[in-house]
């Protein structure tokens, strides 16, 4: 962490300058920021920055892997297979929270990763306002390798909207105006001229799916993939929706099933000194510290179901073990330094991943602050200096 410039922005903090800063933000999409801004951004020094970028490597030699899919088989469950997989997923993340180690350094420590889409409109979007709100110098950007906001903008689209007409595209999400990512649904159709559709809309006729646009039956010739088919089933008023895992003529964007490939199933299968050591539950033989560790469902939504201080109680409730890991604990560092107490923090990097490319490559970010024992609105009320940000990472 870069000590002199939180020095700096921390000495030049106003609460004027923040609420004008949200304001900004907000007038992306008015009405759709619904989650917490953090006062300030992370500025990350390139040694801890090479470091997440080097695990991220050791995780996609993994996923790289001619055997991959075959391991990852038993990841998706079987209601929720869709065909026509493609050969990868053309959108990744991975979240390291900012932790210590057993000697008091700091260091990453992979908690999560997916292969599905995140805020990446909205995050351009915000890179600018944030950098000129927190007067970044030159040297610090939020891009990685090379990238800025036009080569970004025009990889987004061609991953997404690839060779067709962009109203034969959409983005699908299940009642979008309800979420709370909502504000990078509209931010996606202003940066890219794609329509969000709800899947209680979706026309279907045999192996075609449909929209109306504009009073216009459209076809759907490509699915920009925003559904989390775990989170459908928390969802009420679904009844007679469209069959998602039918054969449809449709290309995904994501594709469905990598959301559940590459995903906490994974973990057990990589090993690397940034990546916390993790066990399938049905497959421990040897009994484990409980205390050391997490306690984390494979099929869940937004960190619901997770144990953080397990018992052997908690273990002997589940009648399916093996949808579940143990995740050694970490120590999120208390190192972000605000105007009361410390701040702990994730950085979640952006990775794409074209047809054409032998491997995914880093192109942006989102961070994350909390001072509560994990991130999220339920463990930070009443608190300042938590929410959504972004990194800026020391240039090479």
């Not at 045999?206 to 969802?235: A, H, P, S």
Request: aromatic share 12%; charged share 25%.
């Amino acid at each position: 962490m870069d000590k002199e410039l939180r020095g700096k922005f921390n000495e030049s903090f106003t609460q004027s300058k923040y609420d004008a800063y949200v304001q900004k933000l907000a007038t992306l999409a008015t009405g759709s920021l619904d989650f917490r801004i953090a006062e300030t951004p992370l500025f990350i020094q390139k040694a801890f920055k090479h470091k997440m970028l080097d695990t991220c490597e050791a995780i996609i030699d993994c996923i790289s892997d001619k055997d991959f899919k075959k391991q990852t088989t038993k990841s998706i469950p079987k209601n929720h297979h869709t065909p026509n997989e493609d050969d990868h997923a053309q959108m990744l993340i991975f979240d390291f929270g900012i932790c210590k180690n057993d000697k008091g350094e700091l260091e990453p420590q992979l908690i999560e990763m997916q292969g599905f889409p995140s805020l990446f409109a909205y995050q351009l979007l915000q890179n600018d306002i944030t950098k000129d709100y927190a007067q970044v110098p030159n040297n610090y950007d939020a891009y990685l390798n090379g990238y800025n906001k036009e080569s970004y903008t025009a990889l987004l689209k061609e991953i997404i909207i690839g060779n067709h007409s962009t109203e034969n595209v959409i983005l699908l999400e299940i009642f979008p105006e309800e979420q709370k990512t909502r504000i990078d649904f509209y931010c996606t159709e202003n940066l890219l001229g794609i329509k969000t559709v709800c899947l209680t809309k979706l026309i279907c006729e045999g192996k075609q799916l449909y929209y109306e646009n504009n009073g216009k039956k459209t076809l759907i010739k490509r699915i920009y993939n925003r559904i989390i088919f775990d989170d459908l089933q928390q969802q009420k008023n679904t009844t007679n929706l469209i069959d998602l895992t039918v054969d449809y003529e449709v290309e995904w964007v994501p594709h469905p099933n990598w959301f559940y490939r590459i995903s906490k199933f994974t973990l057990p299968f990589i090993h690397h000194q940034y990546i916390p050591e993790t066990f399938f539950l049905n497959e421990i033989k040897t009994p484990l510290p409980l205390k050391d560790y997490v306690l984390k469902p494979l099929f869940s939504f937004a960190g619901m179901g997770v144990i953080l201080n397990v018992t052997q109680e908690d273990i002997d409730k589940i009648d399916d073990p093996e949808n579940w890991i143990l995740q050694k604990k970490v120590t999120y560092a208390t190192i972000i330094e605000t105007l009361d107490e410390p701040a702990k923090a994730e950085i979640r990097l952006f990775y794409f991943w074209k047809k054409d490319w032998p491997k995914p490559i880093a192109v942006h970010n989102l961070a994350r602050l909390t001072k509560g024992e994990m991130i999220g609105t339920r463990y930070n009320q009443n608190k300042t200096w938590v929410g959504g940000s972004i990194a800026f990472f020391e240039k090479d």
